[in-house]
Structures are given as C-alpha cells and as structure tokens.
C-alpha cells in the first residue's frame, strides 16, 4: 500500500542565521542519504520538493464558479514543502521511515495511506 | 436463581471471555467489523441457549466456534455477491477453519480445546493501544474490545453521551483499517515505547475509576477493577516484563485502600491516618505478590518504584511508623525517571516528614525557583507547601497556603480534607 509523507516545516530559507547556508546544506545532504535507503529497501516509489510558498496558486470553487487566489491553502509558519510517496506493507513501516526523515528534526512529517475503497 | 441474576451471571462469564475471543477472530478474519459483529451474534445466542443448555465447559471455545460460524455466514453471504477479494478472504478463512480443530469438530469437541487456543490478546493490545491513535481512543478500544464493556457502559464510566463514545469508537476503527495499522506484536526495536503505551493506557483507566465519586454512577468504579483485570491478562502474558508485574502491584495496594479512603462525610482521608482494618487484606497480598514479581525481573522502572512507595505505606505497622526515609528515597529515584511536578512535590512531603519540615519546604522553594508560574496553579503544591508549614508550626503562612489550595480545589472530597485542616488551625 502506498503511503504519502508530507513535509511541513519552515520554509529552509527562513533557518535562522547564521549557520543557514550549512544547515541548508547539511538537511540536503540527509535528505539524498534518505533517499538512497528508501530505494535500497525497496519502498521508494516518488519524491518531490515543493517550490517556494509564494509561487502557489489556490484555487476555490464558490456558488459555481471557481476563484482563483495568490497564496498557499492557509497561511501557515510550517508549509508543505515537498513530500514522498512510499510503499509499505503496513504503517509500522510508513512510521519507520518517517521517523527517520531528517526533515523530521525540524517539523513535520505527516503520514497518510492511499484512498482505498474496500477499507475507508 | 431469578432470571436476571442469571443473565448477569451469564453476562460476566461472557465478558471474561470476551477479550481473549474478539482477539482470536481478529486473527483469523483480519477484519475488526466482521470479528466484532460476529462475536456480538455469537454472545446473544449464548445468552439465550445457556439458561436452557447450561454453562459450556469451556466457554471460550464456545463463543469462538459459534462467532466463526457466524462470521464465515457473512463472508459466505458477501461472497455470493461476487466480490473476488472477499472470495478470497473466505477462501484464507475456510483454510484457516480446517486447520482449526475446535471449529471442525464443531461445538461438543470445542469444549475440549480451550486450554489449547491460541492466546491472541496480546496482538489486540498492542493494536489498541498503538501510538498513531488518540489517547481517548486508545482507551475506548481497549475498554470495548479487552474488557468486552459495551460501548454505553464505557461511555457511562467516562460521563459521556454515547453517541461521542460510538463516534471515538468508529473513527479509531476506521482509522486501524484504512492507515493499515498492524494486527502484531511489536517488534524487538518499538518494544519499550509500545509497551509502555500499552501500560499507560491501563492505568488511566485504574485513575479514571480512582477518582470516581461515590456519587457518580457505580461503572465509573468499576474501571478499576476493569484495569486490574487487564493487568492481571498483561503480567499473565508477558511474566518477563518487570513493569507489567509492578503496575498490577501498583493499583492493587490503592485499591486495597479504597474503604478506607474517605471520612462518613466524605473527605478525603491521608494515607498514614486512614484506618488499616478498613484495608483489604487479599488484594494487599496479592499486590504484594505481584511487586516481588516484578522484583524478580531485570531493571526497576517507574510503575515499580511507584509500587515500592505504596507498599511502604501498606506494610508499615501504623500510620505514625511510616518510613519516611525509605519513601523519600524511593522518590529521589523516581524523579530521576520521571522528572514530573507530582512526584518531586512528593518527594519534598516524604523528605519533610523523614528530616523535618523545613528539609521539605527547601524542596518545594526549589522547585517554585524553576517553574514559578505554573506552581502557583498547582493544588498539590500549596496543599503539600500548607501541611509542611502546619508541622513547622507557621500558623499564618501554612492558612495562606491552605487558602490558596483551596482555591485551586475542584473535587469535593479533599476540598473536605482540606477545609478541616484549615480548620483545625485556628483552634
């Protein structure tokens, strides 16, 4: 079963001075480390890093129309900025990886299966 | 025997045996609903056919083979509707069944078999108690699916409308099935913080009771002996585990002292001025069997220290012989475990009554130094700050204390105590 980690943290940019640049680099670093046991298990199956908050575009259907806004779903300090999809036997194992997210250490690491209909 | 004594009678055989059922057909449907649904099928053909039929021997296996049919019907029903994966299901359960010689040899050859059934209870816990549920939740499941309460009893206990209780119920379940949260025990790697879920999910249920009123209806103290139950189910099933033994040990020698809790009108009654004749001798030798137990294991954790303090209590030959010494040392370890208000503001009681009231106001001083703010909101501070300042002999400062515990004091009961301290001040 696929299981989807979405990365809610500050965005990196806003890591406090004045280490940003290392810390940025040093949580890159540990994301690809991530990245590299995920496919070495066998459970990675997509990952995607999110642009900057400020490029979304939200969209809202109302009274049959659809509005289209500037801006993120809601105006958060943590945002989503990126997630991945896994493939897990159970959510013992999504919480496994999770937990060793790097991204972990600095917000979090929401953890939710696929849509299926047999067991909503 | 009247017609409902003998339900009620039939309705506890039932429940004892509910937990370790429910567990089972978990096992074998690997659906919570279907083994739920079932079981509830199987419980009420029980309590219609036992009062003709008598008691089966071995009422476990009864309730399993009689739900296992019940389920397989369903299955069996739902396979009909053409569903492949549901056929398959049935195809797994049926195999299952041909291997299980309670159900092939149907009801008279399962009565033989109780002894030799799988104890699955333990799967049923842990997954009830899992981390990525609510508390509140883990509660509820562990209430309905272990202790075999129906959903309105755990909602009476919990002074709560039923229908929140059915919604926490269904939300969890669904939440076990569509996040495909496992049907096992946890692996070596998650054991401690698993079982230390598992633990602390059967001792809310101990507190809950514990705090419970005479005045609140009588289900609300019988999570206590609910809680007991489960501990008792617990140690059975995992001898090796230190704290499984200890938490037992812990809620016995508090309940053991429930009798003796509170004054004819209603305050609450200190530990080492509570009349020990009132105490229950069993469940104090039972507790204290279970504290060797524990003994018996490696390592001391939280719940056996905590049940070293009571059984120092217990064993003391009178209130006045209490050895404070030993109980402020007991909590000297404790805190470093768990660092907590309550139990450092216990430690300083224990401390002041081993080397005098002042050692003891030190503590609380020290503790106010860190964490002013949230103290000042604190009951047991002032409470244990008021009684420490009465034995050094501060009138004035301990009815300072006294007052501001007051105002803090929401349950009646030491509301009582505290009042007739107070009280007793000015005389």
Redesign the interface.
């Known amino acids: 079963?696929q299981y989807a980690l979405l990365f809610y943290n500050p965005p990196l940019s806003e890591l406090p001075e004045p280490e940003r640049e290392t810390r940025v680099s040093t949580m890159l670093a540990a994301m690809r480390e991530w990245h590299e046991e995920l496919t070495r298990a066998g459970v990675f199956r997509s990952m995607l890093r999110l642009a900057p908050v400020e490029s979304a575009t939200s969209l809202r259907g109302q009274a049959g129309k659809v509005l289209v806004h500037d801006g993120p779903f809601a105006e958060t300090k943590e945002i989503l900025g990126g997630l991945a999809l896994l493939e897990c036997?159970?959510?013992?194992e999504a919480?496994r990886w999770a937990r060793r997210c790097p991204l972990v250490q600095i917000g979090t690491v929401e953890?939710r299966?696929e849509w299926?209909a047999?067991?909503? | 025997m009247s017609h409902a004594e003998s339900r009620e009678a039939l309705e506890a055989i039932a429940r004892r045996e509910y937990g370790r059922v429910l567990a089972s057909l978990i096992a074998s449907f690997g659906d919570f609903d279907l083994a739920e649904d079932a079981l509830q099928e199987a419980l009420a053909t029980a309590l219609e056919r036992w009062p003709q039929d008598g008691v089966p021997r071995r009422p476990a296996a009864w309730l399993t083979v009689a739900a296992r049919r019940r389920a397989l019907d369903r299955l069996r029903h739902r396979a009909v509707q053409a569903e492949k994966r549901e056929a398959l299901q049935l195809g797994e359960a049926l195999r299952q069944d041909e291997r299980a010689s309670a159900a092939r040899d149907g009801l008279a050859g399962a009565e033989e078999e109780d002894e030799g059934m799988p104890d699955e209870r333990l799967r049923l816990l842990f997954t009830c108690c899992h981390p990525a549920l609510s508390d509140e939740a883990r509660v509820a499941l562990t209430l309905r699916m272990l202790g075999g309460l129906s959903t309105e009893a755990v909602a009476r206990a919990f002074l709560l409308p039923v229908a929140t209780l059915a919604k926490r119920l269904d939300r969890a379940r669904r939440k076990i099935r569509a996040a495909r949260i496992p049907y096992r025990v946890p692996p070596e790697e998650e054991w401690a913080e698993r079982l230390s879920s598992v633990l602390a999910v059967v001792y809310l249920i101990f507190n809950e009771g514990y705090s419970a009123t005479d005045a609140e209806p009588a289900v609300r103290r019988a999570l206590c002996a609910e809680a007991i139950r489960l501990a008792r189910v617990l140690a059975g099933l995992l001898p090796r585990e230190g704290e499984t033994h200890a938490l037992l040990a812990l809620m016995l020698l508090h309940d053991a002292r429930r009798d003796a809790r509170f004054t004819p009108d209603g305050a609450l009654v200190p530990l080492d001025e509570q009349d020990r004749a009132r105490w229950r001798e069993a469940e104090l030798g039972e507790g204290l069997a279970a504290l060797r137990a524990s003994a018996a294991c490696a390592g001391r954790g939280a719940y056996a220290l905590q049940a070293a303090i009571a059984a120092a209590h217990v064993l003391a030959p009178a209130g006045d012989a209490t050895p404070w010494p030993t109980l402020a040392r007991l909590y000297a370890e404790l805190e470093t475990l768990v660092p907590t208000p309550v139990v450092r503001v216990n430690r300083a009681v224990a401390e002041g009554r081993a080397h005098g009231p002042a050692a003891g106001l030190a503590l609380l001083d020290a503790l106010a130094d860190g964490d002013a703010r949230r103290l000042a909101a604190y009951l047991p501070y002032h409470a244990a700050r008021a009684d420490l300042l009465r034995r050094a002999g501060h009138v004035d400062l301990a009815r300072d204390a006294y007052r501001s515990a007051l105002a803090l004091c929401r349950g009646e009961p030491e509301r009582r105590f505290l009042a007739g301290r107070l009280q007793g001040l000015s005389r």
């Open positions: 079963m036997a159970d959510l013992d919480l953890v299966p299926n047999a067991r909503a």
